[in-house]
C-alpha cells in the first residue's frame, strides 16, 4: 500500500531535550516535505527536500533540522524543543516534475506537547 | 508571497444539499491547485489536483473548478452526505505549497 508514515504518532517531552520524528514513504518520490498545523494559523511549511542531499527552508524553519541521505527518509529533528513548537505536525511527499509537485500525499500526523 | 483565502470558514447544510467551497488566490502564476479533506485529528486526504491549463477536474461527486486569472477555485460536492462532514483545504502549487484555513463543513442527517 501506498503510504506516508510517521514516527511516534503522539510525543511528550520536555523544553531542551533533542528529539527526532520519523517519516518514510514508500512510493520513490522525490518532493518531500515537513509542515505544521496550528489552530488560526492553518499549515504551514517547515522545510522541503527535492531529492537526496537537496533540501531547503520553508515558511518557519526556525528551530527544526532536517536531512534527505536516503530518497524514502526524511526526518525532522527539534534540537532544542521550545513550548512553542508544540503543534501537530505532517510529512508529506509526491512526484516532482522538475517545475512542480504532483499530488500530495500526507502521513497521518505527529501531535507533539513541549512543557 | 502567495496568500490563500478560503470562504467562508465553517458552512452546515441539510443532508442533500449541494455545497459550494471557495478558495481564492493572490498570484496567478501557479503549476496546480489541490483540494484536500482533513478529518478531526487525521491527516490529509487528497480530492483533487487540476493542473493550472485546466479548467476543471471531477471525481464522483466532486468538481473542481479553477479560473486562474481571477485567481479563484471553487468545489463542488452534489447531493452531501453526513459523511462529507470535515475540513476542507485548498492548497495552491507555485514554487511550493501554500494552504487555506480551509472551511469546516457539517452535514445534518
Known amino acids: 500500500e501506498a503510504q506516508v508514515t510517521q514516527n511516534p504518532r503522539y510525543l511528550i517531552t520536555v523544553t531542551g531535550k533533542k528529539l527526532t520524528v520519523t517519516c518514510s514513504q514508500n512510493?520513490?518520490?522525490?518532493?518531500m516535505s515537513w509542515y505544521r498545523q496550528d489552530p488560526g494559523l492553518g499549515l504551514r511549511q517547515i522545510y522541503y527536500?527535492?531529492?537526496?542531499?537537496?533540501?531547503d527552508k520553508g515558511d518557519v524553519p526556525e528551530g527544526y533540522k532536517v536531512s534527505r541521505k536516503e530518497k524514502r527518509n526524511f526526518p525532522l529533528i527539534l534540537e532544542s524543543p521550545s513550548p512553542n513548537q508544540t503543534s501537530l505536525y505532517f510529512c508529506?511527499?509526491?512526484?516532482?516534475?522538475?517545475?512542480?509537485?504532483?499530488?500530495?500525499?500526507f502521513g497521518p500526523g505527529t501531535r507533539l506537547l513541549v512543557l | 508571497k502567495q496568500e490563500v483565502t478560503q470562504i467562508p470558514a465553517a458552512l452546515s447544510v441539510p443532508e442533500g444539499e449541494n455545497l459550494v467551497l471557495n478558495c481564492s488566490f493572490t498570484d496567478s502564476a501557479i503549476y496546480n491547485l489541490q483540494w484536500f479533506r482533513q478529518d478531526p485529528g487525521k491527516g490529509l486526504t487528497s480530492l483533487l489536483l487540476?493542473?493550472?491549463?485546466?479548467r476543471e477536474q471531477t471525481s464522483g461527486r466532486l468538481n473542481a473548478s479553477l479560473d486562474k486569472s481571477s485567481g479563484r477555485s471553487t468545489l463542488y460536492i452534489a447531493a452531501s452526505q453526513p459523511g462529507d462532514s470535515a475540513t476542507y483545504l485548498c492548497?495552491?502549487?507555485?514554487?511550493?505549497?501554500?494552504f487555506g484555513a480551509g472551511t469546516t463543513v457539517t452535514v445534518r442527517a
Open positions: 527536500s527535492m531529492n537526496v542531499e537537496v533540501t
Open positions: 512510493m520513490n518520490h522525490e518532493y
Open positions: 508529506a511527499s509526491s512526484l516532482y516534475t522538475g517545475t512542480s509537485q504532483e499530488t500530495q500525499y
Open positions: 487540476i493542473q493550472s491549463s485546466q
Open positions: 492548497a495552491v502549487n507555485d514554487y511550493k505549497l501554500s
